[in-house]
């Protein structure tokens, strides 16, 4: 399966990258004059190294978009192919003679998926617009007093719309099978959004109290703490037997069986015993401890360990 690729930044691209990590044959164009904003934004150099772990399964072709022989170029190739994914502006779609009206006319048998925020709506927005707007940053900041707090690390709304990108695209070339007529559909960040946070987070449980929950820190079973060296334990003892061989490990046999799970007042008391118990040890000491062990639990080294 051979797929045109004309997005740029997270989405578009890690989705083809998905896609090319399955053995697909993805084909990255961009204009040579207006290359990828990830690879413009000097101001922060791992935009360019993403932009290549992006590109690494993938062929990049660049070409002029304004230049009549590339673009004919880039029609041929599209000819050619199974599908394109497109996130450009209406106006780039037109300088490219890529309009719904010119694909309907000239793109028999290929399926095209378009990118977009919400049906409707073109606004700008970012991954942590999305996150505010869809109340997934809730979860980030329940129980938080800080003045200022620092987004999550990892782009997650940009993430959940890759895949739903890639299951679309897939799902499309499926669709376009035995029909000539080229499928031109949209793909929406919102909808993708929508579909994990209405599993994972449904509007019932939005306002219960307390608002925490396992992945988040409600628990003292399922928490980080600071080792005596600034690294950190990673702990995820949920289930009784990880619970009971992490108590014994780190000589919290005074803790319950029920303690992991404990609540309110009591999970802070239990938070607390636990944290003098790590930061008792540096990450070295604790990782021979835990070695040869499956406890659900991993050890994050100070910064600069290697």
Not at 31 to 48: E, K, M, N
Not at 49 to 75: M, N, S
Not at 183 to 206: E, G, H, R
Not at 223 to 247: C, H, M, Q, S
Request: charged fraction near 20%.
């Amino acid at each position: 399966m051979t797929i045109i690729d004309l997005t740029w930044r997270l989405p578009g691209p890690l989705a083809t990258y998905y896609l090319a990590q399955q053995g697909m044959t993805v084909v990255k164009y961009e204009d040579r004059h207006h290359r990828d904003p990830f690879l413009q934004w000097s101001w922060d150099p791992a935009f360019a190294e993403v932009y290549g772990a992006f590109q690494g399964p993938k062929e990049l072709r660049l070409i002029d978009f304004g230049d009549p022989a590339d673009l004919t170029q880039l029609h041929e190739a599209i000819r050619h192919a199974d599908a394109v994914v497109m996130g450009l502006p209406p106006r780039v779609e037109l300088k490219l003679g890529l309009t719904p009206e010119v694909i309907a006319a000239k793109f028999r048998g290929v399926c095209f998926t378009r990118l977009g925020f919400r049906p409707g709506d073109d606004h700008s927005a970012h991954d942590l617009n999305t996150l505010a707007q869809s109340n997934l940053l809730k979860m980030h900041i329940l129980d938080r007093r800080d003045d200022i707090i620092a987004p999550p690390l990892l782009p997650v709304t940009g993430m959940f719309f890759s895949y739903h990108i890639a299951v679309t695209v897939l799902a499309t070339v499926i669709r376009q099978k035995g029909q000539t007529e080229p499928l031109q559909n949209w793909c929406y960040l919102q909808d993708a959004v929508d579909q994990s946070t209405n599993a994972y987070y449904p509007a019932s449980i939005q306002q219960r109290t307390p608002a925490t929950f396992l992945h988040n820190g409600r628990f003292p079973c399922y928490n980080i703490y600071r080792t005596a060296d600034g690294g950190y334990l990673a702990v995820a003892a949920v289930e009784p037997k990880f619970w009971e061989r992490f108590r014994n490990l780190t000589g919290l046999t005074m803790l319950s069986d029920d303690d992991g799970l404990a609540q309110g007042e009591r999970a802070a008391e239990v938070k607390q015993l636990i944290l003098a118990a790590v930061k008792s040890r540096t990450t070295h000491q604790w990782r021979e401890t835990f070695a040869g062990h499956d406890s659900c639990v991993d050890l994050v080294g100070p910064w600069g360990e290697e």
